[in-house]
């Protein structure tokens, strides 16, 4: 769900997935394999912008899919499912994070944090100059290391918000607080960035 | 008073208020019902910077003219999207813009699927490709080999339970209470006088010892090269019916339970046992033992199993006396008796059945 598509794309995008689902229901297994396919990037995405290490990102997606499956016995058909895969990927990050900090403050691994720091992210694949690509680079480092400092929940908003483009209503649905709880916090996280960021510029 | 925290947020937002302003302000916000929660707990509390505060909030009401008409009436109409919020702060626009930007190019060509589907429950299609890639992977096995290696650990792990907690037993008072016989007496004074007090953790041992040579011989000669996907189908979520199905019709049906079972009672007669030394030879009394918990259970079965055994060993089959025991004992037919009152664990399994001979044949194993 970027933020370029139409009400009508999602509505659309949401029948293809019911009839997977369907399928998969049915008996076919294989229709599950489209459902993966078709979010795997963007739910990649969404848990790097979380763990912001491209291994655990990759190993909390997986299992994000496979918890999924697990219960889709569970899952009402007229719901979202990416709503839902969402939740579950980003309770399944909040959850390693949490873990991350919990082993960070016994003094085990204090290097992960910074373990992986942009090695998830691509280099000149906007076709700018090396220069700018790497001013690019070098912002959006700033920015990751920011978000790091944001609250688990901060971090979440922005992220569904400004990288996945979810509704107000898609973001309620997946962090499961009130619409009014999404625009306050979403408030509150971009100014806490921003100042994050000013601050270290100044 | 309609209006007033609005008008107060827009001067906080100009740099105009007062502090007692601000602090009307922050009283009213924390009242304000239209608010969330989360809002009128923590804002204009950060002093370094109410006017971002007051932008924040006249938003979230839906009256800030900063955002124009059309974001107020998005955020006053619910769930629609807002957008054109971004646009109106190009600070953010920019933040926003290369976090979107580079992290989905982080996700771009990221493949999990083929990890996910390998993850995935064997159910239903996947019924078949299981039967076919555990048929590829094991193909035969040694079922006697794995049995025997099963069935090693359980004897010292037994016998340290037996020991550890019922010690040298007092067998004929336990096979006299087993029995419910109406005068215990003369069968306790009988066993008594022939096996005396036991070694429980030697004999069970030996009993033990005695059947898993028999057994595994039997799986080895019953089970020999075995059907894997079949087993390992077996195992899986019987409410799938695909792979049921699937595999019946791949693998056909092996009744494993029923062959066991089969061959044991055929075995039987290898598995009569002799009293072992430890009970023929009568030691020391000891102290009376501890009677308490699954072991007394299973020492008291493994008591009757060893006398009413004992009693296919007699000419003419049950109903005769035990070569070497007092005369007076009578011992009751296999389908008269009764076992009454065992004591034994919730993860004991005890199950009952007549042999060819008529034997009674105990059998306990972990649930």
Known sequence: ??????????????????????????GDNT?????????????????????????????????????????????????????WLYRIAMNLAIDYTRKRKRREIAGFDEQIAAKDQDGGISELHHGDSPRKALERKQLLGRIMDAMQKLSDDQR????????????????????????????????YARKKLQKLLSDERG | MAGTLETLLERIRDGHATPDEVAHARDLVAGDARLPDELREVALTDTDDLPGDAVGLLAVLGADPLFGEALRDAVASDGVEVAGLEEADSAWQAIADVLREELQAVGEGFEVADSVMMRLPPAWAYGPVTAEAVLGEAGEVDVAGEAMAALGAAPSLVAEAVAFEAGPVDVAAAVAAALGHADPLPVADAVRTEAGEVDVAGTVLAQLDEVA??????????????????AVLAQLDETVLPIAEAVGEEAGEVDVVGDVLA???????????????????????????????????????????????????TPGGVGGTMPGVASEIVFAAAGDVVVEDLDY????VVMQAEGDEGAVILWMEDA
């Open chain 1, 1 to 26: 769900m970027t933020a370029a598509m139409t009400a009508e794309d999602r509505q659309a995008s949401r029948e293809a997935d019911r009839e997977l689902l369907e399928a998969v229901l049915e």
């Open chain 2, 345 to 348: 664990a919730d993860d004991v």
């Open chain 2, 263 to 313: 061959t044991l009672g055929l075995e039987s007669k290898a598995m009569r046992p002799t009293l072992p030394a430890s009970v023929v030879a009568p030691p020391e009394v000891p102290a009376a033992p501890a009677n308490r918990g699954w072991a007394l259970g299973a020492v008291v079965m493994a008591a009757v199993a060893l006398l009413v055994l004992g009693v296919t060993q």
């Open chain 1, 31 to 83: 229709a599950y394999r489209g459902l993966v396919e078709k979010y795997q990037g963007r739910v990649y995405s969404m848990v790097y912008g979380m763990v912001r290490n491209r291994e655990d990102a990759r190993d909390i997606t997986q299992e994000a899919f496979v918890k999924a499956y697990r219960n889709l016995a569970g899952f009402r058909l007229e719901a979202s499912f990416y709503t």
């Open chain 2, 213 to 230: 040579l028999p057994l595994a011989e039997a799986v080895a000669a019953e089970g020999g090269t075995v059907d894997v996907a079949d």
């Open chain 1, 156 to 187: 979440q908003v922005i992220l569904l918000r400004e990288v996945e483009g979810l509704s107000y209503r898609e973001i309620s649905d997946v962090m499961e607080i009130p619409e009014g709880t999404v625009m306050s916090r979403l408030f």
